[in-house]
């Protein structure tokens, strides 16, 4: 696998999820990336960078245009410093949620995208990287 | 503080989303909507999602309060125009949006609303009639 492009993003605040939405919306444009596809990536990125804000108070992203077996993708590795998931198995159910929320973001992200992948430590912080290829498989 | 504007058309309130929603603005929306229910006894409201290209699990959330608390008002929300990218999304997500009407545009919208609220009025009718047939 070759990464062709680097970007990375602070998440402060609400109004920076807008603003990292467009910046992965232009790089699946820039890949070819259908609409559906691009729609699915988006959601599944808004769904981990909304947790990321609520639960860490934000954190950094990673946006990667990567390349494997002559195909072109999105990966996005959301980092961030907070109070980490004890148990991510019971994370990874839906309708399952610490917060007032309705528990769909992170099964719900490793739904829409090909390749879906969380590390967590309590105490530490949590690192969720997705992928999403071109043709969407 | 920026805002999305509720036009009153009748007895059907309006709403056009035209910018990608950010929390805030989101939740000022419902805010801004369940008020002017209660203003305006509005019967129905109509929320236009056409230019919206994400609509996340909180977004989601939104609507469904929307139509939620507008029915505890006696009004109800159909959401219109969402683009087919977005309902794939929507349904892999695991959002159905139960509880919320749609229709494919404003037009076909308000026809939803009005035979709604035209069924509503008719039901009304008749229990008023009722009583009237027992006294004869």
Known sequence: MIVLNKDAMQIVREQDVVLFRNRVREYSTKIGMSLVNQTKLITAASELVRNMLKYANGGKVLIEVISKNAQNGVRLTFTDEGPGIADIQQAMKDGFSTGKSLGLGLPGAKRLVNEFEIQSKPGEGTRVTITHWKNGR | ?136
């Open chain 2, 1 to 136: 503080m920026e805002r999305i504007p509720i036009l009153k058309m009748g007895p059907f309130l309006l709403v056009t989303i035209q910018v990608d929603l950010y929390d805030r603005l989101a939740l000022s929306l419902e805010n801004d909507l369940i008020n002017m229910v209660s203003r305006t006894g509005a019967r129905g409201v109509l929320i236009d999602i056409s230019a919206v290209s994400i609509v996340d699990s909180f977004m989601g959330r939104i609507l469904g309060n929307i139509a939620s608390m507008s029915r505890i008002m006696d009004a109800e929300t159909v959401v219109v125009g969402m683009q087919p990218a977005v309902a794939i999304t929507l349904v892999e997500l695991g959002l159905t949006l139960q509880g919320v009407y749609t229709a494919l545009d404003v037009e076909k919208g308000m026809v939803l609303l009005q035979d709604k609220i035209g069924f509503d009025q008719l039901q009304e009718q008749d229990e008023e009639e009722e009583p009237d047939d027992r006294t004869e």
